[in-house]
């Protein structure tokens, strides 16, 4: 089946730390872009960060130098390390797979987990 | 940042009905626009991607248009299960140009 699985919220205080992984199946994930997107409660989505199948990296601004995704390709698995967290960033973080039509376009998300509820709160 | 403005913010229609939904993006996104669905407790799901391709799986009754700055997502005859948030999302800057941005959503709600 083709899934994604994450793993590893919970309730943190603020400037705690969390890591997030995602068990993906059913699909080649070594060649595919990979993007962590969040929602927090009541609202719309937010972009986080991006991987590309080589291993660069982007992230938004507001998590650069906070946040880091990361890969492990043998093990089929997408990782988000949190560090510094704060308030704003409670939300349910998704993981999500990224296609595009060309090299000249960029990622629409036709894959997405079901999501993990990361809480910031003293 | 381009920034995604969905309108209305709620829309209120009968099944059976047509639903038309806009987003509408601060600069040029040629057609690199994505459409989704989102259901109470549900990760969104992909409906349409380059503004009028219907993802695998997507029924008929959704069509995308538009293109530059105005977009459309049209639903030809609401089905109970078609009720839900809808977002869109530009897929024409990426980091790091720019981050992908979302429209806030448009709800769907039964009348």
């Known amino acids: 089946e083709v899934q994604l699985v994450e793993s590893g919220g919970g309730l943190v205080q603020p400037g705690g730390s969390l890591r997030l992984s995602c068990a993906a199946s059913g699909f080649t994930f070594n060649i595919n872009d990979m993007h962590w997107v969040r929602q927090g409660t009541g609202k719309g989505l937010e972009w986080v960060a991006a991987?590309?199948?080589?291993?660069?990296?982007y992230y938004l601004d507001s998590v650069q130098g906070r946040f880091t995704i990361s890969r492990e390709n043998a093990e089929n698995s997408l990782y988000l390390q949190m560090n510094n967290l704060r308030d704003g960033d409670t939300a349910v973080y998704y993981c999500a797979k990224g296609r595009r039509d060309s090299a000249a376009y960029g990622h629409y998300f036709d894959l997405w987990g079901r999501g993990i509820l990361v809480t910031v709160s003293s | 940042e381009i920034v995604m403005t969905q309108s209305p913010a709620t829309l209120s229609v009968s099944p059976g009905e047509r639903a038309t939904l806009s987003c509408r993006a601060s600069?040029?996104?040629?057609?690199?626009l994505a459409w989704y669905q989102q259901k109470p407790g549900q990760p969104p799901r992909l409906l349409i991607h380059s503004a009028s391709t219907r993802a695998p799986g997507i029924p008929g009754r959704f069509s995308g248009s538009g293109s530059g700055t105005e977009f459309t997502l049209t639903i030809s005859s609401l089905q109970s299960e078609d009720f839900a948030v809808y977002y869109c999302q530009q897929h024409n800057n990426w980091p790091p140009i720019g981050p992908y941005t979302f429209g806030q959503g448009t709800r769907l709600e039964i009348k």
């Open positions: 600069q040029s996104v040629s057609s690199n």
């Open positions: 991987i590309g199948s080589i291993g660069d990296t």
